[in-house]
């Protein structure tokens, strides 16, 4: 199951990343915001990032205007490991040496067709564990 949530920057964004999922078959959590009526993103974010760091979301999707604010409040929550990038190089490489967890995105910043290919990226890459392995763990006792 994926996570997926946004504010009223992202909404537009996350409607349509949803209808792409659910059409792949892909189960979606959806914590909402429901509509373009302005709301906090720190809120927001924090239902993904506690739905991902007790796992019950394999991965979370968070959007807001540029994903900046969700990403910062995602990487707050302890186990969560939140980017927001629209370089496609740097997507795969955070699954492969960062063990990603959490992509954002920008409603108002990034384009559907790039929005949807770097999710594709995201989430079809493993990590590579080896010495990434022990890294990734340093990172997740930085509090
Ligand atoms: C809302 O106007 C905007 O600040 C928010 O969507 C996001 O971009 C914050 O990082």
């Not at 996570?3 to 009223?8: F, K, L, N, S, T």
């Not at 990487?75 to 939140?82: P, S």
Request: glycine content about 10%; overall charge neutral; hydrophobic content about 35%.
């Amino acid at each position: 199951m994926i996570a997926i949530a946004c504010d009223h920057g992202g909404y537009q964004l996350k409607e349509e990343i949803k209808k792409y999922l659910e059409g792949k078959g892909i189960e979606v959590k959806d914590f909402g915001t429901d509509s373009t009526a302005s709301v906090d993103y720190p809120v927001y974010a924090k239902k993904v990032a506690e739905c991902v760091a007790t796992k019950q979301a394999e991965k979370g999707i968070l959007c807001c205007g540029t994903g900046l604010g969700m990403m910062l409040c995602a990487n707050k929550t302890e186990g969560v490991r939140a980017i927001c990038t629209n370089d496609s190089y740097s997507v795969k490489f955070s699954r492969l040496h960062n063990n990603a967890n959490v992509i954002c995105f920008g409603g108002r910043t990034m384009g559907i067709e790039a929005v949807l290919y770097n999710l594709e990226i995201f989430l079809n890459t493993e990590f590579e564990g080896g010495r990434h392995q022990k890294r990734v763990e340093l990172y997740d006792k930085i509090l």
